[in-house]
């Protein structure tokens, strides 16, 4: 099923734009046309099986799954899952305020990641 390939492509991959989810796609199934998969993609999204996440300028797609929060290396990129941060007392802590009316929140966190610090510390010793 061309659907369950899409969302096994995006779980495989954790999180990805759209086009980096269609391109990793065409690679190994060539047989599935671009169309298809960006219908495939909405009908997940509608589905409520994947979501878009919106980080700094850019969307991503990911699988649902538990809260959690994302971390984003401003190096490499990377996303990273940030499990166990509890998400429901933030939200709950403004969700009955009168002045709002929150439904949901994403909260991302901006920085360097240990890989590319470790590779940085290993270059800064090389260069010594």
């Known amino acids: 099923n061309q659907r369950?390939?899409?969302?096994?492509?995006?779980?495989m991959l954790?999180?990805?734009s759209t086009e980096a989810l269609i391109e990793n796609i065409m690679g190994k199934y060539s047989n599935i046309s671009l169309a298809t998969i960006y219908r495939?993609?909405?009908i997940l999204l509608d589905e409520?099986?994947?979501k878009k996440i919106k980080l700094r300028d850019?969307?991503?797609?990911e699988t649902?799954?538990?809260e959690h929060f994302h971390f984003i290396c401003e190096?490499?990129?990377e996303i990273i899952d940030l499990n166990?941060?509890?998400?429901?007392?933030i939200y709950n802590q403004y969700k009955d305020e009168q002045i709002y009316q929150i439904k949901n929140c994403d909260i991302s966190f901006y920085g360097i990641c240990q890989k590319c610090i470790e590779k940085e510390k290993e270059e800064n010793e090389v260069c010594m």
Do not use: F, M, P, R
Request: aromatic share 4%; glycine share 12%.
């Open 84 to 89: 166990g941060i509890n998400k429901k007392s």
């Open 14 to 16: 954790g999180h990805a």
């Open 48 to 50: 409520g099986k994947i």
């Open 58 to 61: 850019c969307d991503i797609l």
């Open 40 to 42: 495939n993609i909405s």
């Open 4 to 11: 369950q390939i899409v969302y096994n492509e995006l779980e």
């Open 64 to 66: 649902v799954k538990a």
């Open 75 to 77: 190096k490499c990129g």
